[in-house]
């Protein structure tokens, strides 16, 4: 038979561990959110430093003196430690979608271009606020471009979470 205070003390111990397991929880969110952030932010950060790098279709992997759009990507995400196949194409299949209305920072953004519509062609680094960190075209190189241009709005294909 169970007395009034073991049954109180075993209460209280339930309550406590429950508590103690959603806060844990709770927590637990925040730190991956934050882990995805800074590891997005840190992608943008070396992106960044190539701006004007001019564009070479086809440039060589390991090239800084000249990137195309998926070299780019593949450069810059190696530099925090991850291994992206060296085309667009192949690189729209690496992590999980991600629905354009819930990008963060390093996400990768793909589009289609000459090969046919919804085909991807092109590959571009989410920079937050409606921004796009990518290089396209001879005479531009690495910039930003804005996501919500009439060009990239119509021409935008799906995005993936690789970080």
């Not at 882990?35 to 001019?54: F, P």
């Not at 060296?86 to 793909?110: E, H, M, P, W």
Request: aromatic share 12%.
């Amino acid at each position: 038979m169970i007395t009034k205070n073991k049954f109180v003390r075993m209460i209280s111990s339930i309550g406590l561990c429950a508590a103690i397991g959603w806060t844990s929880l709770g927590l637990a969110a925040p730190q991956q959110a934050e882990a995805a952030t800074s590891r997005g932010e840190k992608v943008i950060s070396i992106g960044k430093k190539y701006l004007g790098v001019n564009y070479q279709f086809g440039a060589p992997t390991g090239s800084t003196r000249t990137f195309d759009c998926s070299s780019f990507t593949k450069h810059v995400y190696k530099k925090v430690g991850v291994s992206l196949p060296r085309i667009s194409k192949d690189q729209a299949k690496k992590g999980y979608k991600v629905a354009k209305s819930n990008l963060k920072k390093g996400d990768l953004v793909f589009f289609w271009g000459r090969n046919g519509k919804g085909r991807v062609a092109h590959v571009a680094i989410y920079a937050g606020n409606n921004k796009i960190l990518h290089t396209y075209k001879r005479g531009i190189g690495v910039t930003y471009s804005s996501l919500n241009s009439s060009y990239w709005k119509k021409h935008y294909v799906t995005a993936r979470r690789v970080v």
